[in-house]
């Protein structure tokens, strides 16, 4: 092979770097780079023009070590593919460049990315449905325009994160777009929709962590089938455990339809400006304007249960690949409106299933069944298919949150509206409005508390919501916890506010085992 050097087990390749036009958007403190996935695309072209039967499609180990600056006043950058054969048949490949220093006339030879294509491989098992197309936490909506705006100022070729980016504690979800820019060799597929995830770890770095991170490092990257120009994907960003200056995350990307596409696992992001590049105010974990949006639910779990509450706009179509058989019934059944609250009630439940299950991400999540033999009422079975808790669901416009318990539980969840104080009378005695009244929360908020501790307490104890309104009597409202009577029995009601909408929990602390056999007797109201 003319122009290539070969020593012992290794050959280098040389390797040309078009300077297209439209990587002038991809910058780094002003200057453009090489994005990692395109030098993946480069190696990965390079070696399979190598060796024809190379499977590119699964690499490992890689390192994205030095940015490779772009040139645009010379088209083609000259590079080198070192390609080193391993003993098991792996293929390490490295990019790398020459530059000679101006001053001593030295030439230094740099590397840029080191990856290796593995033999035999095996395909990396996605995580349960549930987790995987939908996100679980209190979080908020990061518009594309803010992302690309302020976050990760890229230029319009490279602002492929297409709608609006959910991001929680737990992660981020949205959805990511492959454009056309005129290449006419992608084979790892469009690099598009992976470059746009990498934004979404970023900005979940920045929230969370407070650093602007890049992608320095990546276990392995698996192509199920490669993204394809002019398409759509979802990609969900999963934070692994890590130091706080190196966030770790696998992403999957999947079409919208939930079919699996690529892996990325063990993506590694860190600040590599020497602190110079840092997030803007407004996306602080604490920021001031938004403080209780990402404060845990903590305070509505209590003793021996536990709690999930989902954004519904984390909640995708794809989730009904989560579903059992029953549950596809129910939903396909119901009319648009009431089908992702019904799909987030049922997510909700098989998450809390796995928690009480020893955080289970074995089970599939269709032999998860989450809906009682009237198929009405909520269950929250263990994965192995045993009942032994109570549960209760309930949603608004924009969360939906379910509980389990080993006694008599009951949720709800409401946004403040004027409309609690007027319908006080149908749903309140006498003694509750006078409560209202006097209540230094004023009308609204007390009355909404009224109003959600009865919805709470209908659903511990079975009875209709018109039933609860006349057995129940709120006798105190708190901000975060009031008291309730029902058959001359006194309760507690927590309660936990999240911007405009109130959390209320009753737990009645019941020894569940007096009442096994009705199997979380409660109600789900949409």
């Not at 060796?51 to 890689?62: E, G, M, T, W």
């Not at 006339?105 to 995580?127: C, M, Q």
């Not at 939908?134 to 100022?153: A, F, K, N, R």
């Not at 058959?487 to 309660?495: K, S």
């Amino acid at each position: 092979m003319g122009g290539v050097s070969q020593i012992a087990e290794r050959v280098r390749l040389p390797l040309e770097i078009r300077t297209a036009s439209y990587l002038k958007d991809h910058r780094f403190q002003g200057k453009a780079v090489l994005p990692a996935v395109h030098a993946m695309q480069r190696l990965a072209a390079s070696a399979l023009a190598w060796q024809p039967d190379l499977n590119v499609r699964a690499l490992k180990h890689a390192r994205f070590s030095r940015f490779l600056y772009l040139n645009f006043d010379d088209p083609i950058i000259p590079a080198i593919n070192e390609i080193e054969r391993k003993p098991d048949g792996g293929v390490v490949s490295r990019l790398l460049t020459k530059m000679r220093s101006e001053k001593s006339g030295i030439t230094r030879i740099h590397t840029h990315v080191e990856l290796e294509f593995s033999i035999g491989s095996p395909e990396p098992t996605p995580p349960p449905a549930d987790e995987l197309f939908s996100l679980q936490g209190i979080g908020c909506d990061i518009q594309p325009d803010e992302i690309y705006g302020s976050l990760v100022p890229f230029g319009p070729s490279f602002q492929n994160i297409a709608e609006p980016l959910m991001v929680t504690a737990h992660g981020a979800i949205t959805t990511v777009k492959a454009p056309d820019h005129g290449a006419s060799v992608y084979p790892l597929g469009s690099p598009f929709p992976l470059d746009a995830a990498f934004h979404a770890a970023c900005v979940w770095g920045q929230r969370y962590h407070g650093i602007v991170g890049f992608p320095v490092a990546l276990e392995a990257r698996h192509l199920f089938r490669p993204t394809k120009t002019g398409d759509t994907y979802l990609a969900r960003i999963l934070p692994r455990k890590s130091s706080h200056d190196r966030p770790v995350f696998d992403i999957w990307i999947t079409d919208t339809e939930g079919t699996p596409h690529e892996a990325a696992l063990g993506v590694m992001m860190q600040d590599v400006s020497a602190g110079r590049m840092t997030p803007p105010d407004w996306i602080a974990h604490h920021r001031p304007d938004d403080q209780s949006v990402d404060q845990d639910l903590r305070p509505l779990s209590g003793a021996g249960s536990e709690h999930c509450v989902m954004e519904l706009s984390a909640v995708k179509r794809a989730a009904v690949k989560a579903l059992s058989q029953g549950e596809y019934e129910r939903f396909q059944e119901l009319g648009r409106r009431r089908q992702k609250p019904f799909l987030g009630a049922r997510l909700c439940l098989k998450r809390l299933s796995r928690m009480l299950s020893g955080h289970d991400d074995a089970a599939p999540a269709t032999a998860i069944h989450t809906i009682d033999s009237d198929r009405v009422r909520p269950r929250c079975p263990l994965t192995d298919g045993t009942n032994p808790y109570f549960c209760s669901v309930s949603h608004d416009q924009r969360f939906v949150v379910a509980l389990a318990s080993g006694s008599r539980v009951g949720v709800d969840v409401e946004r403040l509206t004027d409309k609690v104080v007027e319908s006080r009378r149908i749903y309140m005695h006498e003694a509750e409005r006078s409560l209202t009244d006097r209540s230094p929360l004023g009308k609204t908020d007390a009355s909404l508390r009224v109003w959600s501790v009865k919805e709470a307490m209908a659903k511990a104890f079975g009875m209709t919501l018109a039933e609860a309104w006349d057995r129940v009597t709120v006798k105190e409202i708190g901000e975060t916890r009031s008291r309730v009577s029902l058959d001359e029995n006194t309760y507690d009601a927590v309660h936990h506010q999240v911007a405009d909408h109130v959390f209320t929990l009753v737990d009645t602390g019941l020894d569940f085992i007096f009442d096994w056999q009705r199997k979380g007797k409660t109600t789900e109201r949409r």
